[in-house]
């Protein structure tokens, strides 16, 4: 596992592979999620080339809120439970996210502290990208960094959405 994950706590995920021996393998993972659905083959394969497939166990804590950010995930298979803390230091379940979606892009993009906790609900297999080897996709392959930040944004943009409209729902009633 890098250092980068390890330092994150992940150290409790498997790691399935990475890199070429694995590129087939993880290529046909994400190929079938809904988050890189409309990317084309090659683009699927230049993916693939910079993400790192892990399975992990319930209960298993792939990051804290207020923990610095340094990756997304995608869920292959499985889910993954969102905790938010709320006014009395407990945590409040916001989300779950199943497979085929997406969490912790804003990472990608800003590095900032965590917004909310993501803890995994069921055995679950991951494709993980992290903030370097983003850095690296934007480089060397920019035009699908550009479909990647693309999709980010879009889901930043409808996630805020929902919750404005929750916010109005709530100051309403």
Known sequence: MSADLSSRGLWALELLGSGAPFQAELRDLLAGSRAFADLEGHEIAQ????????????HTVLFQEGENGSFMCVVIEGAAEIFKQDSDAGNKRISEIGAGKTVGEMALIDGEPRSATCMLSRPTTLAILT???FRR?????PALGVKILMKIVTLTSRRLRLVSGQLVDYLEG
């Open 47 to 58: 993916l693939a080339r910079y993400m790192q497939a892990y399975r992990g166990a319930p």
């Open 137 to 141: 996709i934007l480089h060397e392959h």
């Open 131 to 133: 903030r370097d080897d």
